[in-house]
């Protein structure tokens, strides 16, 4: 069964310091990968995915994205993080399901960033 | 605004009580998804919708659940006869194929007294 993983439930940041936001997945088959960021009270916003090819994928607001597959890992990565990017983080792997056409995503728990001046 | 659009974003209902929510996909997205989600956790899969048709439906999804996709265009998701463990966030999401990203509303907050 497709899983995915976040191991940190808060990643705390100092204003223009680098983030990372940790997630690792469990896949049968080729992994379709996905980040999405949900601010309080609103629906979440897609960041960014790897379907396939180049294993650092870039974004939305900045943010990128390395697909590991030896380490089965694809952690979201910022170079420079801001207050605003202060949010919940979900990472997600499509469900493959029976017959591998269905598409809906299988979420992480999330990560809340925190991102201070 | 063009976006997936979900009524109404908030429902508080006495237990027992029936609710119905509404989604409206964006319009060109043949795909329409259901989830829930919980506090403290992300979202869970609910049911699918391949424009008019239900392909699959979740465990989560109980007999009491029932969603329905009239046209393939807006979607409904109907809850009989609530608990109090059906409080949670529904959201509604489309896409436009398998390998696309799915566009979330703003979802519907649902408290059951």
């Known amino acids: 069964a497709q899983s995915v993983a976040q191991p940190e439930d808060q990643v705390n940041v100092a204003e223009g310091n680098p983030l990372t936001v940790k997630c690792t997945y469990s896949v049968s088959g080729n992994p379709y990968l996905f980040w999405y960021v949900q601010y309080p009270n609103r629906g979440l916003q897609f960041l960014l995915k790897y379907i396939t090819g180049d294993n650092l994928v870039k974004g939305s607001y900045g943010f990128e994205a390395e697909f590991n597959k030896s380490q089965t890992s694809f952690h979201l990565k910022k170079p420079s993080a801001l207050v605003s990017d202060s949010a919940l983080y979900f990472c997600a792997v499509r469900d493959v399901g029976y017959g591998g056409s269905q598409g809906n995503l299988i979420f992480g728990k999330g990560t809340k960033l925190s991102v201070k001046p | 605004d063009t976006g997936v659009s979900q009524n109404p974003r908030h429902k508080i209902t006495k237990r027992g009580q029936n609710v119905t929510f509404r989604c409206d996909p964006i319009s060109e997205h043949n795909r329409l998804y259901w989830y829930r989600q919980t506090l403290g956790q992300g979202p869970e899969f609910l049911t699918y919708f391949q424009n008019e048709a239900q392909l699959e439906k979740s465990r989560l999804l109980s007999d009491r659940f029932s969603a329905e996709r009239p046209k393939g265009s807006f979607s409904t998701l109907e809850i009989q006869r609530t608990e109090q463990g059906d409080s949670a966030m529904y959201l509604c999401?489309?896409?436009?194929?398998?390998?696309?990203?799915?566009?979330f509303g703003p979802g519907t907050r649902l408290t059951v007294l």
């Open positions: 999401a489309s896409s436009s194929g398998t390998f696309y990203e799915q566009f």
